[in-house]
Every structure is written in C-alpha cells, then in structure tokens.
C-alpha cells in the first residue's frame, strides 16, 4: 500500500513539473517549449528520485531537440536542460556526451559544449569518456590540435580507458590536420555511438571530408575525381571509409554508402 500510494505521489510531482513549474518563455515569433527550472528547485521536490527525474528530463531533451530540428534548428535552453539534468544525476554520461555534440555542431556554441564537459568532468574524475569527447570536439570543430592531443592523452590515463584514446593522441600530436585522423576519428565515433543522431552526424562528418578532398581533387587537377580508388591511389585521402551498413562510394560528384 506505501509503494502504491509513493508511485501516486511521485506521478504527481511529474505532472507538477512538466505543467506547473515550467513557465512559458514569450518571443517574437510565438511562445518558446516550456523552460525548465532550475535543478536546485527540482531537487526540493523530487523526494529523493532525482536520477528518475533525470531520466525524464533525458527524454524532454529528445522532444526539445527534436522539435526545433524538424522546424527552426535553433535551441535556445539545450544547455540550460543539460544543466539541470546533470544537476540531477552527476553521472548521467549521455547528458555531457552527446549533450556536448549539439551543442557544438547544431547550436554551435563551443563554449557552452565545453562549460557542459567541465562540469562533466568535475563530478566525473574516472571517466575516460568525457576528456575524450573535449579532445573530439577540440580536433573537429576548433581546429586546435594540440589541445585536442592533450584532452586524447589525458583521457588515455584514465582507468578502464580503450587503446584508441592513446592512438588518437599520437595521431592528432603527429599528423596535425591530416584526412587520416579526421576520418579515423569519425569512423571511430560511428562504431561507438549507440544512438541513430549521433551515427548520422559521423556519417555526415566522413562524407564531408571525403567531399572536401574530392573537390581539391578537382582544384589541382581540373576534372572531378571518377572513383574514392583514384583519391586514394593519388594520395588525396588514405583509405575508403567502410562502415557496418556499407562502404562509402563516389558517384556522380556526391558520396553516398553502397
């Protein structure tokens, strides 16, 4: 009976916090989705289920992001929910992972993709996961290799840490802003990723690369490249991509996965 009348209450405070905390946020072009509270007046009514309450916001990001995606691709309070999940549930790796990524690639917001994994980092010293995705994004988006071999090294120290952090930290230190590690780095974070979002930005990401170098094909030598085999026999990119649903192929002047 105590179970039955705690699951009461705790529904209860979920449908507190999804229509009566929440407050409509106006703008020019109608009201915004409803914006969190903070995680502090969260954690005064949550009674203790504060990492389900986490997982509920996990998934009111994927509605947020969801819904702006399908229409403005703008995400005015992505960190704010992150920051508050992670409020919630410190350890919510997802929250700092993934979160991290759209904050960088959709929101372009390095900065708050970055206050998103220090944060991460703070709460979580052991994990190898969050230094990584700073090193990812520090190679990636930033263009500043050195720090990106830095947070790869220190991720490698971590315990529990896979090989690859560490050959990720001498192939950034050593080639630089080489084709070879940016699609290593990619087909890397494909075969990792468990969500479909983040495998379609690798694939995104490798087809850039390989798109980008087909057209310096073109540059230097005046006719578009016929074949992935031709770039790689003419050293303009090191091997072709191969991934669990195909192999990446040149066609008509646009990669696709056949």
């Known amino acids: 009976m105590k ?26 072009e109608g009201e915004e989705l409803l914006f969190f509270p903070s995680g502090k007046f969260l954690q005064g009514i949550t009674l203790g289920f504060d990492n389900l309450f986490a997982d509920f916001i996990w998934i009111e990001v994927g509605v947020y992001f969801g819904g702006h995606r399908m229409t403005d691709r703008k995400y005015p309070y992505l960190y704010h929910i992150l920051d508050v999940l992670t409020d919630l549930d410190s350890r919510f790796l997802p929250a700092y992972t993934i979160g991290s990524i759209l904050l960088s690639d959709d929101v372009k917001r390095i900065d708050l993709s970055m206050k998103l994994l220090n944060k991460g980092m703070l709460k979580n010293p052991d994990s190898w996961e969050i230094p990584f995705l700073k090193g990812f994004i520090h190679y990636l988006f930033t263009k500043n290799y050195r720090e990106a071999s830095k947070w790869f090294l220190i991720s490698s120290m971590k ?16 080639a630089g802003e080489g084709v070879d ?3 290593k780095l990619w087909l890397r974070f494909y075969n990792i990723s468990k969500s479909a979002l983040m495998k379609e ?10 798109s980008d170098q087909a057209f310096r094909f073109k540059e230097d030598r ?9 770039m790689v026999e003419e050293n303009y990119i ?10 990446f192929v ?9």
Request: aromatic content about 10%.
């Open 3 to 28: 179970r039955v009348l705690l699951l009461i209450v705790l529904i209860g405070l979920l449908v507190i916090v999804e229509i009566t905390c929440f407050e409509w946020i106006p703008r020019r």
């Open 159 to 174: 315990k529990n840490a896979p090989d690859m952090t560490f050959k990720f930290a001498t192939w950034t230190l050593i």
């Open 181 to 183: 590690v940016a699609l």
């Open 201 to 210: 930005k690798a694939i995104k990401g490798i087809s850039k690369v390989l």
């Open 222 to 230: 005046g006719y578009s490249p016929r074949s992935l085999w031709e």
């Open 238 to 247: 090191p091997f072709i991509p191969r991934i669990d649903i195909g192999e």
């Open 250 to 258: 040149l066609k008509e002047d646009k990669i696709i996965i056949e």
